[in-house]
């Protein structure tokens, strides 16, 4: 691969990493950057996830810095995380995706408009505290969340910052903070079964690592500086962007 191809892929890669930090979907930038530079798919899945698992691991650092993880909620939901992600890497080649694919593209569908909508979504911390109910919830969305990033992963990012505004209404800020370290949770145990398995391509990963690390941090510190200002109509503007590309690639 051209020393040209590579610096582009890094200019995406950047791109994508800051707007994934703030509000998920930069997958959707990488993947087809990736395939269009010729990589097969099960190399630009790997690839993909170890870059990515960096500039998850990036803004997670910035946003723990920034105290803005509820580590008495997050402590119940990363093993059900870890969980999930495993199972679903492990289910990948049992299931046909296609019905996977339809089932996330109306739940995005619901999840932009019904955030569209609601003008007071996500614009102030209502939490409550962490109870029974809250860690079963969080358990279950921990799990279901990331078996499905182990199994699929687009848009994994944007349903766990929405689960997290709308389920337990934490402010866009904290919700965004809270959605990174699951994610990178599921992030790296899907890299580690990629790595094992000789999926990654380290020449193109590194370099655009590096380029996706500088993205993700960047992007995490405007979304703490901004919050709800810059994340709602990012976020709104992903969910819609990744059902463009599920109703495209289902078609």
Same mark, same amino acid.
């Given at each position: 691969?051209?020393?040209?191809?590579?610096?582009? %892929?890094? *200019?995406?890669?950047?791109?994508?990493?800051?707007?994934?930090?703030?509000?998920?979907?930069?997958?959707?930038?990488? +993947?087809?950057?990736?395939?269009?530079?010729?990589?097969?798919? !099960?190399?630009?899945?790997?690839?993909?996830?170890?870059?990515?698992?960096?500039?998850?691991?990036?803004?997670?650092?910035?946003?723990?810095?920034?105290?803005?993880? !509820?580590?008495?909620?997050?402590?119940? *939901?990363?093993?059900?995380?870890? /969980?999930?992600?495993? /199972?679903?890497?492990?289910?990948?080649?049992?299931?046909?995706?296609?019905?996977?694919?339809?089932? &996330? %593209?109306? %739940? %995005?569908?619901?999840?932009?408009?019904?955030?569209?909508?609601?003008?007071?979504?996500?614009?102030?911390?209502? $939490?409550?505290?962490?109870?029974?109910?809250?860690?079963? *919830?969080?358990?279950? +969305?921990?799990?279901?969340?990331? $078996?499905?990033?182990?199994? $699929?992963?687009?848009?994994?990012?944007?349903?766990?910052?929405?689960?997290?505004?709308?389920?337990?209404?934490?402010?866009?800020? *904290?919700?965004?903070?809270?959605?990174? =370290?699951?994610?990178?949770?599921?992030?790296?145990?899907? /890299? +580690?079964? $990629?790595?094992? !398995?000789?999926?990654? +391509?380290?020449?193109?990963?590194?370099?655009?690592?590096?380029?996706? &690390? /500088?993205?993700?941090?960047?992007?995490?510190?405007?979304?703490?500086? !901004?919050?709800?200002? =810059?994340?709602?109509?990012?976020?709104?503007?992903?969910?819609?962007?990744?059902?463009?590309?599920? =109703?495209?690639?289902? =078609?």
């Amino acid at each position: 691969m051209s020393i040209t191809t590579i610096i582009i %892929l890094c *200019m995406v890669g950047f791109a994508a990493s800051f707007i994934d930090s703030i509000a998920g979907g930069g997958g959707i930038l990488t +993947v087809p950057a990736l395939m269009a530079a010729g990589l097969p798919p !099960h190399l630009t899945l790997g690839t993909n996830k170890f870059s990515a698992t960096n500039a998850s691991f990036t803004s997670t650092l910035t946003f723990i810095n920034s105290k803005k993880i !509820h580590f008495p909620l997050i402590k119940y *939901m990363l093993p059900f995380s870890f /969980l999930g992600a495993a /199972l679903g890497v492990t289910a990948v080649l049992q299931i046909n995706e296609k019905y996977l694919n339809i089932i &996330i %593209l109306i %739940l %995005l569908i619901i999840v932009a408009l019904n955030t569209l909508l609601s003008k007071n979504i996500g614009s102030t911390n209502n $939490f409550q505290g962490v109870n029974t109910k809250i860690i079963v *919830m969080g358990s279950i +969305v921990g799990f279901t969340i990331g $078996f499905y990033d182990g199994f $699929f992963g687009p848009g994994t990012g944007s349903i766990l910052l929405y689960a997290f505004i709308r389920f337990f209404e934490f402010d866009f800020t *904290m919700g965004t903070a809270n959605a990174r =370290i699951l994610n990178f949770t599921s992030n790296i145990t899907s /890299l +580690v079964l $990629f790595a094992y !398995h000789g999926r990654i +391509v380290y020449s193109i990963g590194i370099p655009m690592a590096i380029s996706m &690390i /500088l993205g993700a941090f960047l992007g995490t510190k405007m979304a703490i500086k !901004h919050g709800g200002k =810059i994340i709602k109509p990012i976020f709104v503007s992903m969910s819609l962007a990744i059902v463009v590309k599920l =109703i495209i690639d289902t =078609i």
